[in-house]
Nanobody, 123 residues
């Protein structure tokens, strides 16, 4: 049984920082592609950043240079460090996992496992 539990969301002013965490069980961060997605009200869910089993990363253009994905395989936890936050970053942020090792070419449909989400609000 796969369980992904996000934490770390909150309300911050523009320019501030937050660090999201995703504690995983039933799926191993060292073996599979995992990623962060977000969904703002009235918009489609979009990919933010992904990390393959070997550690290679990808990041959306909109957050390039501001957001950094990382993981601690010993803790089986995925992180998203978000700096220089902007109001347009306001969204529900979701952690997701695939059964693929490599995130390259993965689409949202390749992620069967999702957390409940954590809200990030930037004003």
């Amino acid at each position: 049984h796969v369980q992904l539990v996000e934490s770390g969301g909150g309300s911050v002013q523009a320019g501030g920082s937050l660090r999201l965490s995703c504690a995983a069980s039933g799926v191993t961060t060292s073996r599979y592609c995992m990623g962060w997605f977000r969904q703002a009200p009235g918009k489609e869910r979009e990919g933010v950043s992904g990390m393959s089993s070997a550690g290679s990363t990808s990041v959306a253009d909109s957050v390039e240079g501001r957001f950094t994905i990382s993981k601690d395989n010993d803790k089986n936890t995925l992180y998203l460090q978000m700096n220089s936050l902007k109001p347009e970053d306001t969204a529900m942020y979701y952690c997701a996992a695939t059964s693929l090792m490599d995130c390259r070419g993965a689409t949202i449909g390749d992620f069967p496992y999702w957390g409940q989400g954590t809200q990030v609000t930037v004003s």
